[in-house]
């Protein structure tokens, strides 16, 4: 079973709709970060979160939300989708300062 | 503000010795990590590097020099499967993981 797991895998939506990307990890770390990435480009921060009661923005958070429901779930919403945010987005969690990274699988977005 | 610059796209033949270079601008520099990710799947981790000095693992060496805000990642004895991205990523102070625009390596035979 993946330590990071992100769902949907694929989502198709429309212009406009509201729409939620979910992570959920069994790693028990305390850190969670989401980033884009859009086609031959880098990973863009959009939002990370270091504990339950802690979430900060990115470099990209216009457009998106977060909620740290528990130590374990970290989910992103798109309040309503525009066809820029069309990307594959990546969920990822941390140990600590100096930790690598563990990535989910990945969402890939398609708004039309 | 954190600017990290690597070259977009490079080219290198199987066998041989290809060096990525990745610069960057931060203030509270707190290490560097070089990523791996080949097309359609999620970055996974190489190397970290918080000293000065070269790090090296198997074929894959890392280098960096906090005076010059300068880090590269080599890699020897080229596979094909080495064609991925790679990415830089600079941590400043205790806070987010921020990453540079990725170098997309084609190995050819």
């Known amino acids: 079973d993946a330590d990071v797991t992100q769902t949907p895998r694929n989502r198709i939506t429309k212009t406009g709709k509201r729409i939620m990307l979910e992570c959920s990890q069994t790693?028990?770390?305390?850190?969670m970060y989401w980033y884009r990435q859009d086609p031959g480009l880098g990973l863009q921060l959009i939002y990370y979160?270091?504990?339950?009661?802690?979430?900060n923005k990115g470099e990209i958070s216009d457009g998106y939300s977060v909620s740290r429901q528990a130590q374990a779930k970290f989910s992103l919403s798109l309040e309503s989708a525009i066809p820029n945010q069309t990307a594959l987005y990546f969920c990822?969690?941390?140990?600590?300062?100096?930790?690598?990274?563990?990535f989910g699988n990945g969402t890939r977005l398609t708004v039309t | 503000g954190q600017n990290i610059d690597q070259p977009t796209e490079m080219t290198a033949t199987e066998g041989a010795i290809v060096q990525i270079n990745c610069t960057y601008q931060?203030?509270?520099?707190?290490?560097l990590f070089w990523y791996q990710q080949h097309a359609g799947e999620a970055p996974t981790f190489l190397s970290y590097?918080?000293?000065?000095g070269l790090e090296e693992k198997g074929r894959f060496s890392s280098f960096l020099s906090r005076s010059k805000g300068y880090s590269y990642l080599l890699l020897k004895e080229l596979q094909m499967k080495d064609s991925a991205s790679y990415h830089c990523?600079?941590?400043?102070?205790?806070?987010?993981?921020?990453f540079g625009t990725g170098t997309r390596l084609q190995v050819f035979p």
């Open positions: 590097n918080v000293l000065d």
């Open positions: 990822a969690t941390q140990e600590g300062v100096g930790s690598p990274l563990h």
């Open positions: 979160s270091f504990d339950v009661k802690d979430i």
């Open positions: 990523a600079v941590t400043k102070n205790t806070d987010k993981l921020i």
């Open positions: 790693k028990g770390h305390d850190r």
């Open positions: 931060t203030s509270g520099f707190n290490g």
